[in-house]
């Protein structure tokens, strides 16, 4: 089965501060994602990546930025962290895009 | 907008009875849909899914019902089992655009 790993499932941080959120998968898939959750909106795709250095915009990516150095790591990157980017980051990957996706356990960010 | 709703947030059916799930959507062009199960401290995992030149996908105790034109699909679970309760989204792919749906969460009492 893939795995998909987030480096944190908690974190707290300070309006302002620079935010790192990191993701690995050990399948060897192309294509990578960055989601948030939020109650009554449900998921919305915020960056994803086709391939290594190569990055689309989703629905949501005001106040975001991504990076793909290599295949099996995707990390979201908050500039300046504002507290509504409070919200559940989830992370996903998959063989091929626009089939099903392979999850993280979900980063719950709080910003102060 | 919206063009996937799932307008329950909740449900709670008894243990052994019959769970249905229900989701909405408003563009003619998805052609892939697609249910995720979401425990509390996981990421969602893919449960079943329904390419929309079928109307009924089947896997164990799991069907999916298609309704093309009333733009509706559903989720059977039969018989309910405490362990199935969890939040479930449903998805809906229009090229390599895929869009979730808020979630429900259900609760199957024993």
Same mark, same amino acid.
């Given at each position: ?5 987030q480096s944190s499932?908690?974190?707290?941080? +300070? ?5 790192f959120l990191e993701c690995v998968?050990? &399948?060897?898939?192309? %294509? &990578? ?5 939020? *109650?009554? #909106?449900? #998921? +919305? ?28 790591r995707?990390s979201? !990157? ?5 507290? %509504? ?5 989830? /992370? ?9 996706? $392979?999850?993280?356990?979900?980063? =719950?960010?709080?910003?102060? | 907008?919206? =063009? ?5 947030? @909740? #449900? ?5 009875? !019959?769970? !249905?799930?229900? /989701?909405?959507?408003?563009?003619? &062009?998805?052609?892939? $849909? ?5 425990? *509390?401290?996981?990421?969602?995992? $893919?449960?079943?899914?329904? @390419?929309? !030149? ?25 018989? @309910? ?7 479930? $989204? /449903? ?6 655009? &895929? ?5 429900? +969460? ?5």
């Open positions: 089965d893939v795995k998909v790993t499932r908690y974190l707290v941080k +300070r309006t302002g501060e620079k935010v998968q050990d &399948m060897d898939h192309e %294509n &990578m994602f960055w989601y948030r959750q939020d *109650p009554g #909106l449900g #998921l +919305r795709l915020i960056y994803f990546s086709y391939d290594v250095k190569m990055k689309e915009k989703g629905d949501i990516p005001e106040g975001y930025s991504v990076s793909r150095e290599k295949k099996e995707f979201l !990157i908050l500039e300046s962290a504002s507290t %509504n980017q409070t919200s559940m980051y989830l /992370c996903a990957s998959s063989l091929v895009i626009g089939e099903k996706l $392979f999850f993280g356990s979900g980063t =719950q960010l709080s910003v102060l | 907008d919206q =063009q996937v709703k799932q307008n329950s947030p @909740s #449900l709670s059916v008894q243990e052994g009875r !019959i769970s !249905i799930l229900n /989701c909405d959507y408003t563009n003619s &062009m998805f052609d892939y $849909f697609l249910w995720y199960k979401k425990y *509390p401290a996981e990421g969602p995992t $893919f449960l079943i899914s329904i @390419s929309s !030149i079928k109307d009924k996908n089947e896997d164990g105790r799991f069907t999916v019902f298609l309704n093309k034109s009333a733009k509706h699909l559903s989720l059977h679970i039969v018989p @309910s089992q405490p362990g199935d309760s969890a939040v479930y $989204f /449903c998805a809906a792919r229009n090229n390599n655009d &895929m869009r979730f749906g808020a979630g429900t +969460r259900l609760t199957v009492k024993p």
